[in-house]
């Protein structure tokens, strides 16, 4: 079955500083990758994903992601954090219908 | 452009209890999902609808059913409520299997069973 581990749960960076966040996948094929992110009390917007082709993909709010198959990897990067990023997100993989979700990694951003 | 439309936003039930999460999409979509959401936990798949009059279990799927209105409606039922399924339930919606198409999540339901 497919997998998904996020290794940090919580984050802080400063407003203006660069951001990665890890994600690595388990499946024995390529993957259908997405990365979502959750406002306080709010529901999952999609952020951007990967279906095929070019494997650095951008996304909304100015995110990207890239997909490295010989890591399992889709870390999704930001080159300037801006305060209202803080929030969860989440990295998912889908194989067929179902999305499985990572835990998580919880975005503190300091001024 | 209401897009998935979860009632109630918050409830409270006494354990044993039964009630019905509502979900409503008006994105013409095949495919719905019911998600818990647990701290640490990320989202948990309960049970999904691959098309309307399909219903399948998923990751955790013990102590609720599901039932699949018609296309717009996918509703979530605890029959007997537990503390354990203290939770933000999540429904979302997508054109066809969430593998392949964005999927569209409700505001969730905050469900607190004393």
């Known amino acids: 079955a497919q997998s998904v581990t996020q290794p940090d749960i919580h984050i802080t960076v400063s407003e203006g500083a660069s951001l990665e966040l890890r994600c690595n996948y388990s499946?024995?094929?390529?993957?259908?990758l997405f990365w979502y992110v959750q406002s306080p009390g709010q529901g999952l917007q999609l952020l951007l994903k990967?279906?095929?082709?070019?494997?650095l993909v951008q996304g909304i709010k100015g995110f990207e992601a890239e997909f490295k198959r010989s890591q399992s990897s889709f870390n999704l990067r930001k080159p300037s954090v801006h305060w209202s990023d803080a929030a969860e997100y989440f990295c998912?993989?889908?194989?067929?219908?179902?999305?499985?979700f990572g835990t998580g990694t919880r975005l503190q951003v300091t001024l | 452009n209401a897009g998935v439309t979860q009632t109630p936003k918050f409830q409270v039930l006494k354990t044993g209890q039964s009630m019905t999460l509502q979900c409503a999409q008006d994105?013409?979509?095949?495919?719905m999902y019911w998600y818990r959401q647990d701290p640490g936990m990320g989202l948990r798949l309960i049970y999904y609808?691959?098309?309307?009059?399909?219903?399948d279990k998923g990751e955790v799927p013990n102590g609720y059913n599901v039932s699949r209105l018609n296309k717009r409606e996918f509703s979530l039922r605890l029959e007997s409520a537990a503390p354990s399924q203290t939770s933000v339930y999540f429904c979302?919606?997508?054109?066809?299997?969430?593998?392949?198409?964005?999927?569209?999540f409700g505001q969730g339901t905050r469900l607190t069973v004393v």
């Open positions: 979302a919606s997508s054109a066809t299997g969430a593998g392949n198409t964005e999927a569209f």
């Open positions: 994105m013409n979509h095949n495919s």
């Open positions: 609808s691959a098309s309307e009059g399909t219903t």
């Open positions: 499946y024995g094929a390529t993957p259908y």
């Open positions: 998912a993989v889908a194989p067929a219908s179902k999305l499985t």
């Open positions: 990967y279906f095929s082709g070019d494997t």
